[in-house]
T-cell receptor, first 116, second 115 residues
């Protein structure tokens, strides 16, 4: 079965410093990987995805993620964090329900806190 | 463009009461999903639909029912609410163009408390 793991419940970063939010995955076949962000009292917003191709994927709001097949990881990164980046971040993998119309399976989420 | 709209946004129920959450999308999407979000557990799939008139069970379907009578609407029902169903419920949708990529569009959530 497909699954993702986010090993950190919370990541604390100073504004202006680089940030990394970690994600590892377990899939059968080729992985379809995603990052979503959730601001307080809001729904999830799509940030970026890896389907195939370049291992470095660029997304919204200056975020990028690096796909590493040998380490089965898909870490989210940003070169310079902003206070406004503070939110809950979810890694996800395409799941098994519905066959080719698979849902997304989400990790437990990582709370990112960026301090001024 | 409203996207995915959920109603109600908040609801408090007593154990044993019933209620229905409505999800409406105006993007002509084929696929719709209901998730629940609980602290430390991420989002878990309750039920989903791959088209009008079809529904299927997800990871945690017990205690819930769904209907998709119209393409734009996906209803989630609780027949006899239990405190374990206290959660934030999210509806999501995606179109055929997303079949190979999986990008979902989410509503803003419905917070349900069962006393």
């Amino acid at each position: 079965a497909q699954s993702v793991a986010q090993p950190e419940d919370q990541v604390n970063v100073a504004e202006g410093n680089p940030l990394t939010v970690k994600c590892t995955y377990s899939v059968s076949g080729n992985p379809y990987l995603f990052w979503y962000v959730q601001y307080p009292n809001r729904g999830l917003q799509f940030l970026l995805k890896y389907i195939t191709g370049d291992n470095l994927v660029k997304g919204s709001y200056g975020f990028e993620a690096e796909f590493n097949k040998s380490q089965t990881s898909f870490h989210l990164k940003k070169p310079s964090a902003l206070v406004s980046d503070s939110a809950l971040y979810f890694c996800a993998v395409r799941g098994d329900y519905g066959g080719s119309q698979g849902n997304l399976i989400f990790g437990k989420g990582t709370k990112l806190s960026v301090k001024p | 463009n409203a996207g995915v709209t959920q109603t109600p946004k908040f609801r408090v129920l007593k154990t044993g009461q019933s209620m229905t959450l409505l999800c409406a999308q105006d993007m002509n999407h084929e696929y719709m999903y209901w998730y629940r979000q609980d602290p430390g557990m991420g989002l878990r799939l309750i039920h989903y639909s791959v088209g009008e008139g079809t529904t299927a069970k997800g990871e945690v379907p017990d205690g819930y029912n769904v209907s998709r009578l119209k393409k734009q609407n996906f209803l989630l029902g609780l027949e006899s609410a239990a405190p374990s169903q206290t959660s934030v419920y999210f509806c999501a949708s995606r179109g055929l163009a997303g079949a190979n990529t999986g990008e979902l569009f989410f509503g803003e959530g419905s917070r349900l408390t069962v006393l």
